[in-house]
Nanobody, 124 residues
Framework: QVQLVESGGGSVQAGGSLRLSCVASGGTFTRFALGWFRQAPGKEREFVATINWSGGTTDYADSVNGRFTISRDNAKDTVMLQMSSLKFEDTAVYYC?????????????????WGQGTQVTVSS
């Protein structure tokens, strides 16, 4: 059974940084893309960032472009999200997602597996 486990969430002041990690396990993966989504209270889940199998292609939501960096370590089946210059509006539960296709996607429906989420709280 595939499991995605996020870590690294927490509370930080505006302007600060956090690094999220997500480890995938339990599946027989071949080539897969990974993504990060987030959901703030009272809002729908939204796309944050995605990375393809090789790590050579990434895509970011406009709201985080230039502040967040997604990366992966295929030897460890891990994806990371480095978040800098955090803003109050970045406060949300952040979810890691995996899709059994090598190419990136911004659509949540394009992902096959999801983690339980990790809370990120930014105080202004």
């Amino acid at each position: 059974q595939v499991q995605l486990v996020e870590s690294g969430g927490g509370s930080v002041q505006a302007g600060g940084s956090l690094r999220l990690s997500c480890v995938a396990s339990g599946g027989t993966f071949t080539r897969f893309a990974l993504g990060w989504f987030r959901q703030a209270p009272g809002k729908e889940r939204e796309f944050v960032a995605t990375i393809n199998w090789s790590g050579g292609t990434t895509d970011y939501a406009d709201s985080v472009n230039g502040r967040f960096t997604i990366s992966r370590d295929n030897a460890k089946d891990t994806v990371m999200l480095q978040m800098s210059s955090l803003k109050f509006e970045d406060t949300a539960v952040y979810y890691c997602a995996l899709r059994n296709i090598a190419t990136v996607s911004r659509r949540s429906a394009g992902y096959d597996y999801w983690g339980q989420g990790t809370q990120v709280t930014v105080s202004s």
